[in-house]
């Protein structure tokens, strides 16, 4: 028998996650194609009698849930969110992740940030000893641009769609950045105080739990705390 792709991983841990949503739930869904495959899970949940609102983190997420038959709202109405479903770029043994491959990263904190409770799914390959392998995005107003990008040093890169800069769905840049990441704390402080830097795909405490797969076998990871 063949062994299970990483797809088949990502939609493994997907759909474990998805069984924490309960009728009467806002959840948040993430954005990026693991984050999609809990989007299809919970459209058939939905098909199949669950109740519960969403929020997108992005304009490519909302389309996906709504052809799912997922009821989207906006999250500028929305005060708290119950649960968020999300994946991640890397995600440490202490549930610190990296964020942003998809663009979304500062949309994905905020919904994370007002979550009761935000999940990671990822196949194995995003299981990381320490965080670090993988770039740091970086979300940039337009106006700061070359300020903030000197700022941050020679190892941020400018992300391009095409031939032109790439734009999130805010209508802001991106930077994609080689840092250390010995202190990742002191890094998200130091990030947090530029201005004209808008976020950054550091996600340090906002996950509670992650599902984690790795040849079909799907390994649930739990913050040891209190649901935020």
Do not use: W
Not at 87 to 103: H, M, Q, V
Not at 179 to 195: K, M, T
């Amino acid at each position: 028998m063949d062994e299970p792709t990483n797809d088949q991983d990502k939609r493994a841990a997907a759909l474990a996650a998805v069984g924490e949503v309960r009728s009467g739930m806002i959840v948040g869904l993430g954005t990026g194609t693991t984050a999609a495959h809990a989007i299809a899970a919970l459209g058939q949940r939905c098909r199949d009698g669950l109740a519960i609102r969403a929020v997108a983190t992005s304009d490519a997420t909302a389309r996906l849930a709504i052809d799912h038959g997922i009821d989207i709202v906006d999250f500028a109405d929305v005060a708290r969110i119950d649960l968020t479903i999300d994946g991640a770029d890397e995600i440490d043994p202490d549930l610190r992740a990296i964020k942003g491959a998809g663009g979304a990263m500062l949309r994905e904190k905020i919904v994370a940030t007002a979550s009761r409770r935000m999940i990671v799914i990822a196949d194995g390959s995003k299981q990381v000893g320490a965080l670090g392998e993988a770039r740091v995005p970086v979300e940039i107003l337009p106006f700061g641009r070359e300020s903030v990008l000197a700022t941050l040093g020679t190892e941020a890169v400018l992300r391009m769609s095409g031939a032109a800069p790439y734009r999130t769905d805010s209508g802001n840049l991106i930077a994609d950045c080689r840092f250390d990441l010995s202190d990742p704390v002191a890094l998200a402080r130091r990030l947090d105080a530029i201005p004209g830097l808008l976020g950054h795909g550091l996600f340090l405490t906002e996950v509670d739990a992650a599902y984690i797969a790795h040849r079909g076998v799907v390994t649930r990871l739990e913050r040891e705390r209190t649901s935020r």
